[in-house]
């Protein structure tokens, strides 16, 4: 059978002697059904396509769209739970056109309060809650924990809550 040079190649690995975790590469390698053994200490063939990605890179895209998703999802909280609904209601009555347009689409969003923020809440923890997971199969468990923490502590909290609440966070919220 011949395959594919671009997703077997033969590479060097290091196995940690205390946990039996595969390193190739400095990236922790979990799926060790496709390691066989070519004779040579630590000589295996590696399959490194996953959907057309290294498995790294597949789990780094992963990492980064849960890291934005849970920015998105506080952001939106911390803006919509702080729209009052009687200066949306003046904004629709007195507010300029676009003003009146952004009222307009955001009023029904912000209408169910409760439903609004379960939802929201609910997304925002499956994304945070993820992060770890998809990080942890790149590097070591104590490097997942670390990084997912940094991310969502700047990238999932403080940085969207900042830009989706003040002055614009009704324009931001009709987007």
């Known amino acids: 059978m011949d395959e594919d040079?671009?997703?077997l190649q033969k590479a060097e690995v290091e196995i940690d002697p205390l946990t039996g975790e595969i390193f190739y590469n400095g990236v922790k390698y979990i799926n060790s059904q496709?390691?066989?053994?070519?004779?040579?200490?630590g000589s295996y063939k590696i399959?490194?396509?996953f959907?057309?990605?290294t498995k790294f890179n597949y789990c780094l895209f992963i990492a980064t769209?849960?890291?934005l998703g849970a920015g998105l999802m506080s952001g939106l909280?911390?803006?919509y739970m702080s729209i009052d609904r009687l200066e949306l209601e003046l904004m629709l009555k007195n507010g300029s056109e676009q003003d009146k347009r952004n009222a307009k689409k955001v009023y029904p969003v912000i209408k169910n309060h409760h439903a609004l923020l379960v939802t929201l809440v609910i997304a925002n923890a499956l994304c945070?809650?993820?992060l770890p997971i998809y990080l942890d199969q790149i590097v070591p468990a104590a490097y997942a924990i670390l990084i997912s923490v940094i991310a969502v502590l700047f990238f999932g909290e403080v940085i969207p809550q900042a830009v989706c609440t003040g002055t614009y966070q009704i324009s931001i919220g009709a987007k």
Do not use: R, V, Y
Not at 34 to 41: P, V
């Open 5 to 7: 040079k671009s997703e």
């Open 34 to 41: 496709n390691l066989d053994f070519e004779g040579g200490h």
């Open 47 to 49: 399959s490194e396509n």
């Open 51 to 53: 959907l057309g990605m």
């Open 65 to 67: 769209l849960l890291t």
């Open 77 to 79: 909280t911390a803006g």
């Open 128 to 130: 945070m809650e993820a």
